[in-house]
Nanobody, 130 residues
Framework: QVQLVESGGTMVQPGGSLRLACASSGHNFRTSAMGWFRQAQGKEREFVAAVRWNGGSGSNSYYSDPVRGRFTISKDYAANTLYLQMNSLKPEDTALYYC????????????????????WGQGTQVTVSS
C-alpha cells in the first residue's frame, strides 16, 4: 500500500523560503512519477511541480508557470523522500500543499491533471503572510 506523509508546512514571511518533505513507502520510489499540488481556500486544486523518471539513471522536472524559477522539486532516493524547495515565497503561494504519486507512467500533458493521481498525501499548510 502506497503511503505519502507530508511535513514542513508553516507560516513564513513574504520573500522567505521553506522546504516541504514527503516521506514515501509501499512503491518503487525511483521509477514512480510524483509531484505536488496545492489548493488555496475557495479554489480548485492546482498543479505545482512534478518529477518523472527518464528511463535511465535520472529524472525530469516540470513546474507550473507561477512557481517556475522559485520552486525546486527533488527526490532523495536513499530516504525515499520527495522534496519541494520553495524560495521567494509570495502571499499567493498560501495553500494546502499535497504530495502525490501519479498512476502508471503519465504522459506530459496529464501531469497537471488531478485525475492522473493515484495516491494523495494528507496535505501540509503553507501560509505566507507578514
Amino acid at each position: 500500500q502506497v503511503q505519502l506523509v507530508e511535513s514542513g508546512g508553516t507560516m513564513v514571511q513574504p520573500g522567505g523560503s521553506l522546504r516541504l518533505a514527503c516521506a514515501s513507502s509501499g512503491h518503487n520510489f525511483r521509477t514512480s512519477a510524483m509531484g505536488w499540488f496545492r489548493q488555496a481556500q475557495g479554489k480548485e486544486r492546482e498543479f505545482v511541480a512534478a518529477v518523472r523518471w527518464n528511463g535511465g539513471s535520472g529524472s525530469n522536472s516540470y513546474y507550473s508557470d507561477p512557481v517556475r524559477g522559485r520552486f525546486t522539486i527533488s527526490k532523495d532516493y536513499a530516504a525515499n523522500t520527495l522534496y519541494l524547495q520553495m524560495n521567494s515565497l509570495k502571499p499567493e503561494d498560501t495553500a494546502l500543499y499535497y504530495c502525490e504519486r501519479y498512476r502508471g507512467s503519465p504522459i506530459l500533458s496529464s501531469l497537471w491533471v488531478p485525475e492522473s493521481v493515484d495516491t494523495w498525501g494528507q496535505g501540509t499548510q503553507v501560509t505566507v503572510s507578514s
